[in-house]
């Protein structure tokens, strides 16, 4: 499958807004992918499908959950979490899409997992820092992947973290696990 034939397909199940959203993500992880040694090209299908499953209804995402025994923690925390995994099983069942790396790309985009892969880590963090998104602490972010990829992702997820916590949300331990994972392989 192409960039083209991907984008066709993802299109009716995103916004505009998210479309436009997942084209960022898709050429900055592109460029990581080259810049880092890892499949340009299945990278992208990666990242064109990272968000795939971003408006299924809950309930549907809640049932896969279950019916796919995914970890039931995800239920407990926030169901912005639930888009990724579930965004996997889905590009597998209903795009076809069989290539474990891409799936658990997607699959891990949202909270990364402890010792991800490279095509893993360019997805991630170009979700973090695609032209359209502007945050506090984003630029600080796009500076440092050009130099470390490691400390890119360990600074976006002490952001997240910390932005979290300052609204008093709760923390899905994979965050934290990630979190633990990169930066001990900083510090070893
Ligand atoms: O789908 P996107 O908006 O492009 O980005 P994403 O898949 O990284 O999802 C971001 C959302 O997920 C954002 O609203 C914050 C939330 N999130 C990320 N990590 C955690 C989290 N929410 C909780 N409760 N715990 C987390 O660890
Ligand atoms: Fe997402
Ligand atoms: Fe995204």
């Not at 992918?33 to 971003?54: L, W």
């Not at 300052?166 to 930066?183: D, G, M, R």
Request: with cysteine; glycine share 4%; aromatic share 10%.
């Amino acid at each position: 499958m192409n960039r083209t034939e991907a984008l066709k397909l993802v299109k009716p199940h995103l916004t505009e807004h998210r479309y436009v959203h997942t084209i960022g993500v898709t050429d900055t992880a592109v460029d990581l992918a080259e810049k880092y040694g890892t499949d340009p090209q299945r990278t992208e299908i990666a990242a064109i499908f990272h968000d795939y499953a971003k408006f299924r209804p809950k309930e549907e995402m809640r049932q896969i959950i279950i019916d796919q025994s995914f970890n039931e923690d995800l239920l407990e925390y926030s169901s912005e979490l639930w888009h990724a995994p579930v965004g996997a099983y889905l590009v597998r069942y209903e795009i076809g899409i069989n290539d474990e790396e891409i799936l658990n790309a997607i699959k891990y985009h949202t909270s990364g997992r402890p010792n991800m892969t490279l095509m893993d880590k360019c997805v991630f963090i170009a979700d973090y820092i695609e032209p359209g998104r502007s945050f506090p602490g984003v630029d600080e972010v796009r500076e440092v992947v050009q130099k470390d990829l490691d400390q890119a992702i360990a600074l976006s997820l002490r952001n997240t973290v910390q932005f979290l916590m300052k609204k008093n949300q709760p923390i899905y331990p994979a965050t934290f696990l990630t979190y633990n994972s990169i930066v001990k392989s900083l510090n070893p």
